[in-house]
């Protein structure tokens, strides 16, 4: 049996439909990206800004996560060869830099779900209070719980069946919108203009210059749209090739619409501070505040089954990565073996072995969620840059090619987005993966040993490799000392 990325899951078994319809692949988008983090956003964001910078921010995420996906659209109909995200890097920049970028979509896909399992933990409290109390031992525990029960059954091969996914879709989005309806009705706007671009005479963290509080809802904006990457690369099993470029421009204004709702209504109806301060996952206790407790078990149902959904997909999307880059030697051979019911089981057992080690952080830190999902962003952001890195180089090698100047500029608009974007998100959390890089590092040469590439590597990767491994051990010595708190 054969394992379904996050994206793929979401869709029919291409075997018997004629390709995917334009429907299929729009829900494709929306399934890949809305898993927990729109149910934490309008509290996140009153943490980094009051609305008016929000809504500025909103645009140049927009904009920026556009040109992202337009770059995905041209790459997957210019090279419809190259499969697995990395394959970009690699052909367009080497065997390293292909790792590098598949590396790096590992590293974030099961951070994604460390994420996952926290913010559906505090969830969980609004029904059990033992998973909110100071005493985090019961939270890790349920949560190692499912961690290893997904595991498990990921391991056996199960498919999402389309049915099971279009009834989560539902379930995550019947809530929602009965959020947004309830905050459209009950919007004030003399509440929401009035701290429109500051908030005087508060102290909260996020007080400061309109580009400081921009500044801050990047990371936050960024992570809600990890995944948007799922429909793209389904383009090639799509009815119509054109018809995949489409839904998932489709998808994005459909998601970005939702995310501003979400996240901007809510400073109609509380204010900023008082969305800063409320219980996480906002939403959940937003709602309550608006409609009574039936509110809260509304949305706390919805984002348990949501975030249940999407842990599934990014349980089978890890070993999958791994398993593509050991076919072309990236890793060794052992991420790529499959086990009898057709899953690389070595890949699924580490990750959820790194997870189960990061879900201990849980206990020392409350700060976990935000940590966790600074980290998948900046991680994914890694293999976005190289993305946007080959479709320029690709639009220069083919420049004669109509409709290279645009392409072109969408990849360098791309590209200046994603830099600014790790900046802005903070290097540190750029700085901690380059750990990762060490052992990974280590995987990859046995890999290019295993088929009898004396690693003969070219200058060029020598120079990244020290590099990278240099800020790795770095990294560690910083940490060591102190230096590098997150
Ligand atoms: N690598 C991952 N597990 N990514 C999960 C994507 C999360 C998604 N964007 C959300 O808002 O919840």
């Not at 790529?336 to 899953?343: E, I, L, P």
């Not at 991680?379 to 639009?395: D, E, H, N, P, R």
Request: charge should be positive; charged fraction near 10%; proline fraction near 3%.
């Amino acid at each position: 049996m054969k394992t379904l990325s996050a994206a793929e899951s979401a869709t029919p078994d291409p075997a018997t439909h004629q390709g995917l319809g334009m429907g299929a692949l729009i829900s494709t988008v929306v399934t890949s990206c809305v898993g927990g983090g729109i149910f934490a956003l309008a509290s996140d964001l009153a943490i980094a800004a009051s609305p008016g910078p929000a809504l500025i921010a909103w645009g140049l995420v927009g904009f920026g996560i556009l040109m992202l996906a337009l770059c995905l659209n041209n790459l997957v109909l210019k090279r419809p060869d190259l499969d697995g995200i990395f394959s970009y890097a690699e052909e367009g920049f080497g065997k390293y830099t292909g790792f590098i970028s598949g590396w790096g979509y590992w590293i974030s896909a099961w951070m994604g779900t460390v994420a996952f399992a926290t913010v559906m933990m505090n969830a969980m409290g609004y029904f059990f209070p033992i998973f909110n109390g100071a005493n985090k031992f019961p939270t890790v525990i349920f949560a190692s719980i499912v961690l290893w029960l997904v595991t498990l059954l990921v391991n056996r091969g199960i498919e999402s069946a389309s049915f099971v996914n279009a009834i989560i879709t539902i379930c995550k989005l019947i809530p929602l919108f009965t959020f947004i309806v309830v905050a459209l009705l009950l919007f004030k706007v003399n509440v929401f203009t009035a701290h429109f671009w500051y908030n005087v005479g508060d102290n909260l963290s996020g007080a400061g210059s309109i580009s400081a509080q921009i500044k801050r809802c990047f990371i936050i904006m960024m992570w809600v749209f990890v995944g948007i990457e799922g429909a793209t690369m389904l383009a090639s099993r799509a009815k119509k090739k054109s018809d995949a470029g489409k839904a998932t421009l489709i998808g994005l204004f459909c998601i970005l619409g939702l995310y501003m709702l979400a996240s901007i209504l809510p400073y109609g109806y509380l204010s900023r501070n008082a969305l800063a301060t409320i219980h996480q996952p906002g939403m959940v206790y937003i709602f309550r505040e608006m409609v009574g407790s039936w509110g809260g078990a509304l949305i706390s149902g919805g984002l348990i089954i949501s975030t249940l959904g999407s842990w599934i997909s990014w349980t089978m999307l890890p070993a999958e990565t791994t398993r593509l880059m050991a076919k072309r030697h990236l890793l060794p051979a052992i991420f790529g073996k499959a086990n009898r019911y057709g899953v690389a089981s070595f890949s699924l057992v580490l990750s959820s072995v790194l997870i189960q080690f990061f879900l201990l952080s849980l206990l020392i830190t409350d700060r976990a969620y935000q940590i966790a999902y600074s980290m998948c962003t900046v991680a994914v952001t890694i293999c976005y840059i190289l993305v946007a890195a080959y479709q320029i180089k690709y639009s220069i090698q083919h420049f004669r090619e109509k409709g290279s100047g645009f392409q072109l500029t969408v990849g360098l608009l791309a590209l200046t987005f994603e830099c600014t974007a790790v900046y802005f998100s903070g290097i540190k959390y750029l700085i901690l993966c380059t750990i990762a890089y060490i052992p990974g590092t280590i995987l990859y040469l046995m890999a290019r040993r295993e088929v009898g590439d004396q690693v003969d590597l070219s200058r060029k990767e020598w120079v990244s490799m020290s590099a990278i491994l240099t800020c790795g051990l770095l990294a560690i010595v910083f940490v060591l000392m102190g230096r590098l708190v997150i």
